[in-house]
């Protein structure tokens, strides 16, 4: 979500050079950014840590839908060939390679 919050602010028109990187949205989606890390360290304790890099790329499949959803993005067939790789990766991880 902190993506698609930088993405809203950096297509809007600001007044001047400090407005556009200090502005609440800005502020809002580091905030956001700085928050889901913090999260995500914890988050370390409790997951195998060989689980992380599967969760971190889908991390792209939600930006890219929701950039879609949000931001009205066209995806291209290169971007949604991509995210079919990630999520069939996904998927053959966590069955543990059993597909």
Known sequence: MSQVVLKTSANEEHKSFIQEYLNVRVITAYAMFFASTIIT?????????????????????????????????????????????IVAGVLIVSFGGKV
């Open 41 to 85: 360290v914890f988050a370390y304790k409790y997951v195998p840590l060989s689980l992380g890099p599967v969760l971190e790329s889908a991390g792209y499949v939600f930006v890219a839908v929701l950039s879609y959803f949000i931001l009205k993005e066209r995806l291209s067939k290169k971007q949604i060939a991509g995210m079919v790789l």
